[in-house]
Structure formats: C-alpha cells, structure tokens
C-alpha cells in the first residue's frame, strides 16, 4: 500500500472523527448549560436530577454508554436499529457525556462571580437578562476557557472511541491498514494526525482568550 492511498483512507476516517467533533460540539455546549441551570436551580426536583445526571455520564465510562445507547433499541424496545444508527448513537452517546462535564464548568464559572455585581446590576436597573448576557456571562467564557480547552482537545482524542461500536472513524481506518500491512505507520501517521488537530484547536483556544484579556482582573 502506498503512503498516497494510506492518508487517503485515513483522511476519510478522519472526516467522520470531524463529523463526531462538530456534532458534539454542536449539542453537548447548549446542553450543558441548561443541565448547569437546572443544578443550579431552586426547584430541588430538577436540581437533584440534574446532579443524578451528571454524575451518571461523569462517572461512567463513554464507551459503555456508547454501547447502552446504541444496544438499547434492541434489548429494551425489540428494535433493530441497522448499521446506518452506528454514527447517531454516537452523536447522542458523545453529546449526552459530554454535556455533563461542561455543565460542570459552566457551573464553576457562574459561581465564581462576586454576587455583588448580581446586585449592583439591579441598582443600576439592569433586568435579570441584561445582568446574565451583558455583564455575567462576557467574565464567565473568560474564567473557563482553559478548562473548555481542555474539554475540546480531549473530544478529539476520544472520537476514537467510535470504534467500539463499529464507526469507521480514523483509529478503525488506523487499525485496518496496521492489521493488513502488518505495520504501524498508520498507527504513527493518525498520531500526528490526532496532534496536529489539537495544536490548531490550542492556537484558537488562546485567541480567544487574548481576545478576552481586557477582562483580566
């Protein structure tokens, strides 16, 4: 096989890792805030439920709720899915996990702010909304984007889990093409695949972040 053809297979797994990346994205951000809302909330049902949410996905490894999720419909409800619900159990499995851990830091973030701005916002006439997305919320993305980079760079790497349920991501194509050539240079160029993914993900992490230097305390 022909260095041509092996990162002409890898590139295509590597568009399905990118697919299970953005997606994630995509759903587990604007989950995970209202999961952080609903934690955070007065209503003691939906704050304990929350908190049993979250410490279900966090606490339990990702690649067994891939298989719950993708097995479920089987087992539970006597449907077989076909091999074409492989990549939206994915989705769903990887955006459920991964709402759970930024849930948490949005949880942190929030609870880092002095509740005296809260307070001086309602002096000054501010509505609960203006005080969330005007002041709040602007210092909030600045306390946790290190935290969310961290979060980012480690869904690059766990897209590769997909394997486990049959999705033809770049580590399956990887092993595909070490397994037939009986070598482990697909293994070497998906690692630097893989490295080169999160040193971009690093360099627009902190542009952001001097982006929002101005809100250095």
Not at 65 to 90: D, E, K, M, N
Not at 104 to 111: C, F, N, P, V, W
Request: glycine share 6%; charged share 10%; proline share 3%.
């Amino acid at each position: 096989m022909t260095i041509q053809v092996m990162l002409g297979m890898l590139g295509n797994g590597l568009i399905v890792s990118l697919e299970v990346f953005v997606v994630t994205l995509i759903g587990s951000l604007p989950l995970g805030m209202l999961v952080c809302l609903g934690r955070m909330s007065r209503f003691a049902p939906l704050r304990w439920l929350m908190r049993f949410y979250i410490s279900i996905l966090r606490g339990t490894p990702l690649m067994l709720q891939l298989f719950v999720v993708y097995y479920c419909p089987y087992y539970i409800f006597g449907v077989s899915a076909g091999t074409g619900y492989r990549l939206t159990a994915t989705f769903i499995a990887f955006i459920l996990n991964y709402a759970a851990y930024f849930a948490e830091i949005y949880r942190s973030g929030l609870e880092s702010i002095p509740k005296g701005q809260y307070e001086a916002a309602t002096v000054l006439g501010y509505t609960k909304s203006q005080t969330f997305f005007q002041i709040i919320l602007p210092q909030v993305i600045k306390r946790i984007l290190p935290a969310m980079g961290n979060e980012v760079i480690t869904l690059v790497k766990d897209t590769s889990l997909a394997f486990a349920i049959g999705v033809s991501e770049m580590f399956t194509a990887a092993k595909a093409i070490a397994a037939s050539q009986r070598s482990m240079i697909a293994f070497a160029f998906a690692a630097l695949i893989y490295w080169v993914v999160n040193l971009v993900i690093e360099f627009v992490m902190s542009r952001f972040e001097k982006r929002l230097a101005y809100y250095h305390e």
